[in-house]
């Protein structure tokens, strides 16, 4: 494209108003590149110009760079002075305002920044004295009373990336028509170089993430601690924390993977530093295998969320898909549940995840709640406020097993617990792949995938879900099918049918179009569980080549 002389204005009035130096000369030097002619560069400097990143999920997200639209300094300085403004029309000057942050690059700046912006609006700000994991915000929002929690994070996005997360007074990640007032307050504040600063924040020491590890010590259900733990935090800031927790808790055979144990916001061992992609276990499994360990935890990098692995019964080791793992924790926290404490219990999960969680609570009289998915919706499950939740996950490896105190996902508290689990299965000579056979007799076999194709419009995505509504197929893998509509509370397709699920949706980040399957069946006794899981294996994949064919941008 030609650089306009609007752009041009609007750049250089961004420029003239940025805080920091660095970040003024790349954009003058994306401008001059642009203004020389480059169709690239004014290309880049459109789309850097487009406008301040959404206040989407939980806040923002972003690539580091210059602009309005990527994460520096002067875009969290503006949000910052948006939140504070928020707080004041919500009645909440002057009230505890926590911040936080992870290791990657530009989270420290960004930390003080936020501190800096809210002291100076009259907030108690409380500073974490140092990198520490996302649900420690989450926790001290509840301890401190706070009106609101802010941690710098990117999660487990790419080492380019950072991002700003908002906790609400609840502790819970805001939601919908909270985040439109914010980005509203946001538009409506001046430039980021007059906003004003000052650093009477106060740094808070220890004292508030003992209390934390102090919590999860109490975690555990049984006595059993023989148990020997691999684990990894893939260069993010669970590391340490997950040690401590882990031994507070009595478990102090902890092995960790020493090359991805201290923070890094490069993740030089991983392509991608979450998980659930493929290869990002590849060193943990294998510290598993040769310390023959009994269960393998990886945390993401600001250890929100918890992976498990374990042998696979034929001499190596598996990771557990995000149903699987929360399938046994809900089992073992209903099973061990203090009835007087916990009178008419709740357990919640997303309709992405598997249905298998409705089965587990049927059998202990829980309530099961389904929401859309997002933690911002599971810890709102029920009545609006999770009124009795003791336990909420969603596939994506997010588990909350402390409600409690942490009303969102967390991965070390889910770590502790299912150590406990572990533990507890290893002291009677059993195991979590007994568990799991004992799930799949009491409920069946629930098997579950996912596809995520990338289109290169995002219109396609549009007209294909259009496609899918005016004409859904009447049957999936053999079986026939109903589809379900989910508009307007949410842009999706449900698609069900006896023992047959598939949930398509849009990304909410991404150009993608996201399928979520499930396939259950029944087993009638132990002897038949093997040839149950190849059916429900065989079923999986035709269901998966049927959603793969639906989902073809070559059908449009």
């Not at 949706?505 to 029944?522: C, D, H, I, N, W």
Request: glycine share 8%; proline share 6%.
């Amino acid at each position: 494209m030609t650089l306009s002389p609007e752009l041009r204005d609007s750049a250089m009035r961004w420029i003239a108003d940025d805080v920091d130096p660095a970040d003024r000369t790349e954009l003058q030097r994306l401008l001059a590149e642009a203004m020389a002619g480059h169709a690239d560069r004014a290309d880049e400097l459109a789309e850097r110009m487009s406008g301040m990143p959404t206040f989407g999920t939980a806040g923002i997200r972003g690539p580091l760079r210059a602009g309005p639209n990527g994460m520096n300094r002067a875009v969290v300085i503006r949000t910052s002075a948006g939140v504070g403004a928020w707080l004041r029309a919500e009645g909440k000057a002057g009230a505890i305002v926590v911040i936080g942050r992870d290791a990657r690059h530009g989270s420290e700046a960004f930390c003080v920044d936020t501190a800096e912006v809210l002291a100076a609006a009259g907030f108690d700000v409380r500073v974490l004295p140092r990198p520490l994991p996302t649900p420690v915000v989450g926790y001290a929002v509840r301890a401190l009373g706070a009106a609101a929690g802010i941690q710098i994070t990117a999660s487990h996005n790419p080492p380019s990336d950072n991002g700003y997360k908002l906790f609400d007074a609840a502790g819970t990640q805001i939601a919908p028509p909270v985040d439109a007032r914010i980005e509203a307050a946001i538009a409506g504040t001046v430039a980021a170089v007059s906003v004003p600063r000052s650093n009477t924040y106060r740094a808070l020491d220890d004292e508030l993430v003992r209390g934390y590890l102090d919590r999860l010590a109490t975690l555990p259900r049984n006595s059993a601690r023989e148990l020997r733990v691999a684990a990894t935090a893939l260069h993010g800031v669970g590391a340490k924390p997950l040690l401590d927790a882990l031994r507070g808790a009595g478990f102090t055979d902890v092995r960790l993977v020493a090359e991805q144990s201290e923070p890094d916001p490069d993740f030089p061992t991983v392509a991608f530093p979450n998980p659930e992609e493929p290869g990002a276990t590849d060193q943990l499994l294998a510290l598993a295998a040769e310390t023959e360990a009994d269960l393998a935890i990886a945390l993401d990098p600001d250890a929100d969320r918890c992976a498990l692995g374990i042998p696979d019964g034929a001499g190596g080791w598996r990771m557990l898909h995000g149903d699987e793992s929360g399938a046994l924790l809900a089992e073992y926290i209903l099973s061990t549940l203090d009835n007087d404490r916990h009178p008419d219990p709740l357990v919640a999960t997303t309709i992405a995840s598997s249905s298998q969680l409705e089965s587990i609570a049927a059998r202990y009289d829980a309530r099961c709640a389904l929401t859309f998915t997002g933690f911002k919706w599971l810890v709102r499950s029920g009545d609006g406020a999770a009124t009795g939740l003791v336990f909420a996950y969603e596939e994506a490896l997010g588990l909350c097993v402390d409600p409690d105190w942490v009303r969102d996902k967390d991965g070390i508290s889910a770590a502790v617990l299912a150590c406990d689990l572990a533990a507890a299965r290893k002291a009677t000579g059993s195991d979590l792949r007994a568990a799991l056979d004992e799930l799949a007799l009491a409920d069946g076999v629930y098997l579950t995938g996912a596809l995520s194709p990338r289109f290169d419009e995002l219109a396609m995505i549009g007209e294909l879900m259009a496609r899918l509504r005016a004409s859904p197929p009447d049957a999936l893998a053999g079986v026939p099918v109903r589809t379900e509509d989910l508009l307007p509370e949410t842009d999706a397709l449900r698609l069900a049918g006896t023992g047959v699920r598939a949930l398509l949706r849009p990304s909410g980040t991404e150009p993608k179009l996201k399928a979520y399957l499930e396939v259950v069946q029944p087993v009638g006794a132990a002897t038949e569980l093997a040839a149950a899981r190849e059916t429900a294996a065989s079923r999986l994949t035709k269901l998966r080549a049927e959603i793969a064919a639906l989902l073809d941008h070559r059908n449009l």
